[in-house]
């Protein structure tokens, strides 16, 4: 139906004036269409670990490296091991969909973000990773959205 298409194009549970999500919501939210089996996205940050906030309490979830830590290590099986792990404990919290991994390439040491993004300043290198971190995630049930892909550096 018309309503249902427009649905997706518009998430559920956002508090702008506190910008975060109403108690009880994910930091993104589409809500599920269930007369066509089409289930809710639970979209939550972030690619080193659940974002918690007031329906999940601080000191429930774990803070792994941060993704530029884990492209120092150039190694997929490791990234992709470590993102299963990460991919479990949004699982476990209800999130079927993870805002990242964030894939920018740094070109200056400036960036207030590099920490986030998992190709360092090799874009081949992230390449590897970033798809490892992906089959990780989606071999547990959690959807990655790759995001960050330019001009995040400012």
């Known amino acids: 139906t018309p309503a ?11 508090n702008a004036s506190a910008d975060a999500p109403v108690d009880g919501w994910y930091g993104g939210n589409i809500p599920a269409i269930e007369r066509l089996g089409v289930p809710a996205l639970k979209m939550q940050d972030a690619s080193s670990g659940f974002r918690t906030g007031d329906s999940v309490p601080h000191g429930s979830a774990l803070g792994w490296p941060s993704m530029l830590a884990l ?3 150039w190694d997929p099986e490791l990234v992709e091991a470590v993102a299963v792990a990460i991919g479990r404990q ?3 919290k209800g999130a079927n969909m993870i805002l990242g991994p964030g894939v920018q390439v740094s070109r200056t040491a400036w960036g207030g973000r590099n920490h986030d993004f998992i190709s360092g300043e ?3 290198l992230g390449s590897q990773l970033a ?6 995630m989606q071999s547990v049930g959690v959807m990655c959205v790759a995001k960050h892909w330019a001009f995040n550096e400012q």
């Open 131 to 136: 798809s490892a971190y992906v089959r990780g």
């Open 4 to 14: 249902e298409k427009l649905s997706l194009l518009r998430g559920v549970g956002w």
């Open 71 to 73: 492209a120092s290590t």
């Open 122 to 124: 090799d874009p081949h």
């Open 90 to 92: 949004f699982k476990g």
